[in-house]
């Protein structure tokens, strides 16, 4: 059974930049599977953020591509988020997922991030 | 792509069979079409993949169907847990995923 786990700081300073980690359990980040990130703002619905797979390839949310960075960190089988920049726009649950065939099977219990100075 | 969900909100009763439906802008392979629950406060749940596939230990109450542009998501017998928010998903050729605005099903 995967499991996911997010950490970071839960106030971010607008302009700042959000840095997130999503611990892997379960299944090595090496496996041929891709790693995702979701965003929900509050009373919103879902938005994805971006992806890596276990070769350090990418895909970005062309919106967010300019400010986002998703990278892995395979000695500590955990990937990261990494959005600068940040507005209130950007104060959401962030949640991490991971599945196959297109869809998102396992996902973190998601981490509240709130944007203000 | 951009996925539109129907009903916005579904006012039904404990029994009854629920149906909600997901319109794509641009035709979505089948394999590349999913449906998630949330209950509030709680991360989303896989229900179904592959247009038409249960997740594992989904009940089978739960199915979906359709293909193209137009998939559904019927749930034949409401139970008192299943009342939550419903989102669609697609992933295009490019890899990149979007979800449709949601279902609610709330308890008439």
């Known amino acids: 059974q995967v499991q996911l786990q997010e950490s970071g700081p839960g106030l971010v300073k607008p302009s700042g930049t959000l840095s997130l980690t999503c611990a892997v359990s379960g299944d090595s980040i090496s496996s041929s599977n891709w790693w995702s990130w979701v965003r929900q703002s509050p009373g919103k619905g879902l938005e994805w953020i971006g992806e890596i797979y276990h070769s350090g390839s990418t895909h970005y949310k062309p919106s967010l591509k300019s400010r986002v960075t998703i990278s892995l960190d395979k000695s500590k089988n955990q990937f990261s988020l990494r959005l600068k920049s940040v507005t209130a726009a950007d104060t959401a649950v962030y949640y991490c997922a991971t599945g196959r065939d297109y869809a998102w099977f396992y996902w973190g219990q998601g981490t509240l991030v709130t944007v203000s100075s | 792509i951009v996925l539109t969900q129907s009903p916005g909100t579904l006012s039904s009763s404990p029994g009854e069979r629920a149906t909600l439906s997901c319109r794509a802008s641009?035709?979505?392979?089948?394999?590349?079409l999913a449906w998630y629950q949330q209950k509030p406060g709680q991360a989303p749940r896989l229900l179904i993949y592959g247009a038409s596939r249960r997740a594992t230990g989904i009940p089978d109450r739960f199915s979906g169907s359709g293909s193209g542009t137009d998939f559904t998501l019927t749930i034949s017998r409401l139970e008192p847990e299943d009342f939550a928010v419903y989102y669609c998903?697609?992933?295009?050729?490019?890899?990149?995923?979007?979800f449709g605005q949601g279902t609610k099903v709330e308890i008439k």
């Open positions: 641009q035709t979505v392979s089948s394999t590349s």
């Open positions: 998903q697609q992933s295009d050729t490019s890899s990149m995923y979007t």
